[in-house]
């Protein structure tokens, strides 16, 4: 199977992109044909400092390869260095209706959010459909606020071929259901875009700081609570093993026990879980001429892809430009 995700480099990351993308983009590296890319033309929809572009791009390729990502086994690669993608965006806007980007909640929510509505923002799942179509994907691994952009992504593919003839795929979503929306701080979903995230490798006074500012309910200690309406619990079940999320659940349901005390370990727990991947990200760090090959051979092995997709429609649309 062809699987291929995407994340954009617009803050750093926060541990809802990897419960809900970052994990099961790295399990599906065994026994899959994988393509996991840096999408930085997406992250300029909402940031207009280079620097911090630059920065944010190189964070994620060293998160990624901290946390797993095998180059040997896998295509990973910044977005711009397949041009050809930018190339195929602009063919696919000329096919996609208004009212199908209209619909989308992700812009109408980032517009609420106080993000400037600007074009690249209402045609970023025209993008989106431009990054997963040119590869021919079969799997799209995302969190659960991704669906309706891999839906427009199946829309657009069905108007193409029906417009030009069966030349692209059908891509199917991936998102699992325990770890689809992973709460913030504040009890949202986690985003970069809401102030209200973990990071994963911020410091673990840094971590400490943000567990103890998630929201509980003022229910008091000695009083039951409900484990599955608390968002601490949500979050210390993704990094407590199963005797002991057990455990914790037993104990809020038995009152008696302080959000604090959970808090607390969910700290430790944090710290732990991300150890390993925080030392191997520090040598990477050190080494940013092996993580530029490794994108730039990336970058390569996904044109050899994408250009063969092109040249069908550029053919199909009558575009034509001159051979090298
Ligand atoms: P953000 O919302 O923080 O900007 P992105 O939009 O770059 O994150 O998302 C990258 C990937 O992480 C996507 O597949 C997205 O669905 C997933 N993701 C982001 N936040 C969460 C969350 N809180 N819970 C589950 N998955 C998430
Ligand atoms: N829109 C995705 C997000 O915000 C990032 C992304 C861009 C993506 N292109 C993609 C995800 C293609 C999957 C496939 O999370």
């Known amino acids: 199977m062809r699987v291929l995700s995407g994340i954009q480099p617009s803050g750093r990351l926060h541990i809802g992109n990897y419960f809900g993308a970052m994990r099961q983009h790295l399990e599906l590296q065994a026994g899959n044909e994988s393509l996991y890319f840096i999408a930085n033309y997406h992250a300029l929809t909402s940031l207009t400092d280079a620097d911090l572009v630059r920065q944010y791009t190189r964070d994620v390729a060293l998160d990624y390869l901290a946390l797993g990502l095998d180059p040997k086994r896998t295509i990973f690669f910044r977005q711009s260095d397949v041009p050809q993608v930018t190339e195929l965006s602009w063919i696919f806007g000329c096919i996609t209706p208004m009212g199908l980007l209209e619909r989308c909640v992700s812009y109408k929510d980032k517009i609420e959010k106080g993000i400037p509505a600007n074009a690249g923002l209402f045609t970023y799942p025209v993008l989106q459909a431009a990054d997963i179509l040119i590869y021919r994907s079969q799997l799209?691994?995302?969190?659960?606020?991704?669906?309706?952009?891999?839906?427009?992504?199946?829309?657009?593919?069905?108007?193409?071929?029906?417009?030009?003839?069966?030349?692209?795929?059908?891509?199917?979503?991936?998102?699992?259901?325990?770890?689809?929306?992973?709460?913030?701080?504040?009890?949202?979903?986690?985003?970069?875009?809401?102030?209200?995230?973990?990071?994963?490798?911020?410091?673990?006074?840094?971590?400490?700081?943000?567990?103890?500012?998630?929201?509980?309910d003022s229910t008091p200690v000695e009083q039951p609570k409900d484990p599955d309406k608390c968002n601490v619990f949500a979050l210390l079940r993704l990094v407590a093993d199963s005797a002991e999320t057990a455990q914790w659940a037993d104990r809020y349901r038995a009152g008696g026990m302080g959000y604090g005390d959970a808090k607390k370990r969910l700290a430790e727990l944090l710290a732990d879980f991300f150890a390993e991947a925080r030392v191997r990200r520090a040598a990477l760090e050190k080494n940013p001429d092996y993580v530029e090959d490794v994108l730039a051979d990336g970058g390569r092995r996904a044109r050899a892809i994408a250009d063969p997709v092109m040249e069908d429609v550029r053919k199909a649309t009558g575009i034509v430009v001159a051979r090298k």
């Open 140 to 216: 799209v691994p995302v969190g659960a606020d991704q669906k309706q952009h891999i839906e427009v992504t199946r829309d657009v593919a069905i108007k193409f071929n029906n417009t030009y003839g069966e030349i692209l795929v059908l891509p199917e979503p991936h998102i699992l259901k325990e770890t689809a929306v992973v709460p913030g701080v504040d009890g949202q979903k986690m985003s970069k875009s809401y102030d209200n995230t973990i990071e994963i490798f911020a410091e673990s006074g840094q971590i400490k700081k943000k567990v103890m500012r998630i929201v509980t």
